[in-house]
């Protein structure tokens, strides 16, 4: 069964900095893209950035663009989210999930459980 | 960028009801819309992918349908459990979410 786990979240100052990872079992990682998905508290779910397969490709939201880094360690099974100059609007609970493709489309499963992390000022 | 509006916000429902959300794409998608359900405290679980496609293990009183730009999510006979947030994802854009609660 494919599981993901995050960890690494936390209570940071304000442009502070934080590494989340996010490790994975029960499927073959280095064949999928992964994402980073993120919930603020009381809105709904923001995506954040994806990583192709080998790495080669990576996107961002317009949000976190230069602050962020998606990065991943396909021999390790981790997939991991830098993040620089945190604003206290990076507050949320942030979720790593697989990216399924068929099609032209995209869904993601499953979903880790999620870390928190909060940006204080 | 295609916009993903989800109503009700909110709903009520008792045990046994049929209920049923919309989400409402602000261009047409084909039939490229998931959905999903969100409980607290845990990971959101894929329910249905391609509008209508159940996903394995996922219990058959949720069903997906479209018509047009419209998709809505329908739990029969809903149960204590379905108590969460529902939200629609088409590409790496989400609605807003539908929570539903009990009466």
């Known amino acids: 069964e494919a599981q993901l786990v995050e960890s690494g979240g936390g209570l940071v100052q304000r442009g502070g900095s934080l590494r989340l990872s996010c490790a994975a079992t029960?499927?073959?990682?280095?064949?999928?893209?992964m994402t980073w998905v993120r919930q603020a508290p009381g809105k709904g779910l923001e995506w954040v950035a994806n990583?192709?397969?080998?790495?080669?490709?990576?996107y961002y939201a317009d949000s976190v663009k230069g602050r962020f880094t998606i990065s991943r360690d396909n021999d390790k099974k981790f997939l991991y989210l830098h993040m620089n100059s945190l604003r206290a609007e990076d507050t949320a609970i942030y979720y790593c999930?697989?990216?399924?493709?068929?099609?032209?489309?995209?869904?993601?499963?499953?979903w880790g459980q999620g870390t928190m992390v909060i940006v204080s000022s | 960028d295609i916009q993903l509006t989800q109503s009700p916000a909110s709903l009520s429902a008792s045990i046994g009801d049929r209920v049923t959300m919309t989400c409402r794409a602000s261009?047409?998608?084909?039939?490229?819309l998931n959905w999903y359900q969100h409980k607290s405290g845990k990971g959101p679980k894929l329910l249905i992918f391609?509008?209508?496609n159940l996903q394995s293990g996922v219990p058959s009183r949720f069903s997906g349908d479209q018509s047009g730009r419209n998709f809505t999510l329908t739990i029969n006979n809903v149960q204590p459990e379905d108590v969460a947030t529902y939200f629609c994802?088409?590409?790496?854009?989400f609605g807003q979410g539908t929570k539903v609660d009990l009466k």
């Open positions: 994802q088409r590409g790496w854009t």
């Open positions: 391609g509008a209508s």
């Open positions: 990583i192709e397969e080998d790495g080669s490709a990576k």
């Open positions: 029960g499927f073959s990682f280095s064949s999928y893209w």
């Open positions: 999930a697989k990216v399924a493709m068929a099609g032209g489309y995209n869904w993601f499963v499953p």
């Open positions: 261009e047409t998608i084909r039939d490229f």
